[in-house]
Nanobody
Framework: VQLQASGGGLVKAGGSLRLSCAAS??????MGWYRQAPEKQREFVAA????????YADSVKGRFTISRDNNTKNTTYLQMNSPKPEDTAVYYC??????????WGQGTLVTVSS
């Protein structure tokens, strides 16, 4: 399975940005996003299952929305509304296949300016 993330960039606090992640090469059961800020550990952001159930980190609830392409189920999006400077990080796409094997994308940098 290969994951290709895109959509990162510079955004002002209070603005909006959408990340995308396209998976190929296998059947994906679970997709999500993690992030890693400078000098911090990678942390969970959001996840979505095949049935559409979602889960969010408390720090992004109400501001970020994860969704999934209804047709292919192999593309996930992270809509980032009202981002804050503390959301600045490299965002990584994550996926698990039928055997629950985990895969990671290359990361996309999001910088939120105050």
């Amino acid at each position: 399975v290969q994951l290709q993330a895109s959509g990162g960039g510079l955004v002002k606090a209070g603005g909006s940005l959408r990340l995308s992640c396209a998976a190929s090469g296998g059947i994906i059961k679970h997709m999500g996003w993690y992030r890693q800020a400078p000098e911090k550990q990678r942390e969970f952001v959001a996840a979505i299952a095949t049935d559409g159930m979602t889960n969010y980190a408390d720090s992004v609830k109400g501001r970020f929305t994860i969704s999934r392409d209804n047709n292919t189920k192999n593309t996930t999006y992270l809509q980032m509304n009202s981002p804050k400077p503390e959301d600045t990080a490299v965002y990584y796409c994550n996926a698990r296949n039928l055997f629950w094997k985990e895969f990671w994308g290359q990361g996309t940098l999001v910088t939120v300016s105050s």
